[in-house]
Nanobody, 123 residues
Framework: QVQLVESGGGLVQAGGSLRLSCAAS????????MGWFRQAPGKEREFVAA???????YYADSVKDRFTISRDNAKNMVYLQMNSLKPEDTAVYLC?????????????????WGQGTQVTVSS
């Protein structure tokens, strides 16, 4: 079992920045692929970014060059630095973990999920 707890969400003006954190516990963190997804009201869950246990990184086109995912295996943490935020980035952001070999952009490939943290970007 893996427990995930997100933090760092909040209200920010367009153009601002936020840093989300995800604390993982329960098993060997450095063998897991970690992902960030988001879900806005009335919309499907959407891939944002992922980092595999190898360090390979993936981004959705909509956030590329604005968001940065990173992990600290010593602290069992994964981060999402979000810059140049836009109102369309408003959503609940969820951290996910799993032994994902292929398809890190697909939500059902992940076994464990956090409760999410709300990010609201005002125009």
């Amino acid at each position: 079992q893996v427990q995930l707890v997100e933090s760092g969400g909040g209200l920010v003006q367009a153009g601002g920045s936020l840093r989300l954190s995800c604390a993982a516990s329960g098993r060997t963190f450095n063998t897991l692929s970690m992902g960030w997804f988001r879900q806005a009201p009335g919309k499907e869950r959407e891939f944002v970014a992922a980092i595999k246990w190898t360090g390979t990184i993936y981004y959705a086109d909509s956030v590329k060059d604005r968001f940065t995912i990173s992990r600290d295996n010593a602290k069992n943490m994964v981060y999402l630095q979000m810059n140049s935020l836009k109102p369309e980035d408003t959503a609940v952001y969820l951290c996910a973990a799993g032994n994902v070999l292929n398809g890190v952009t697909i939500s059902n490939r992940y076994d464990y999920w956090g409760q999410g943290t709300q990010v609201t970007v005002s125009s």
